[in-house]
């Protein structure tokens, strides 16, 4: 299952999955995996939290990112919960196309895997193509 968080830069976004994280690690299994851009949130995930300073990676654009979570999860086929933290960021894309191309791709990847993907996106929500707000929660 994939879902995005989506609002402008400030409007409290990343406040949301970090609160939503504390609660899954709550939860018996909890093996959950976060990616950010920078290290911003390092001394804020708690440590049972795999977290990945995507720049220390040689990943690029959004068919980079997605090899990169396919390779996560074949090394770890347990994970429970991927959190990505400004997906414009970390792919270096800010592309709406591009980003309705990659959800898609995504969405088989997350059946195939059985993982749960968070994402947030500092967006408009009317500025995102319809297949991107799809997945946009209604909260």
């Known amino acids: 299952m994939i879902d995005a968080i989506v609002g402008v830069k400030g409007s409290g976004k990343t406040p949301r999955l970090l609160e939503e994280m504390s609660e899954e690690l709550k939860e018996e299994g909890a093996n959950i995996v976060f990616i950010e851009y920078g290290k911003r949130l390092d001394s804020v995930i708690p440590y049972h939290v795999r977290l990945i300073d995507i720049t220390e990676y040689p990943v690029r654009g959004y068919d980079g990112l997605l090899a990169f979570l396919a390779g996560l999860n074949a090394k770890d086929y347990d994970i429970t919960h991927i959190y990505i933290d400004s997906i414009y960021k970390v ?19 997350a059946k195939n895997v059985d993982n749960r993907i968070t994402i947030t996106i ?12 799809a997945f946009a929660r209604k909260d």
């Open 122 to 133: 500092s967006e408009e929500l009317e500025s995102l193509p319809e297949s991107v707000k």
């Open 91 to 109: 792919t270096g894309n800010n592309n709406p196309d591009h980003l309705a191309d990659f959800f898609r791709d995504l969405q088989k990847l």
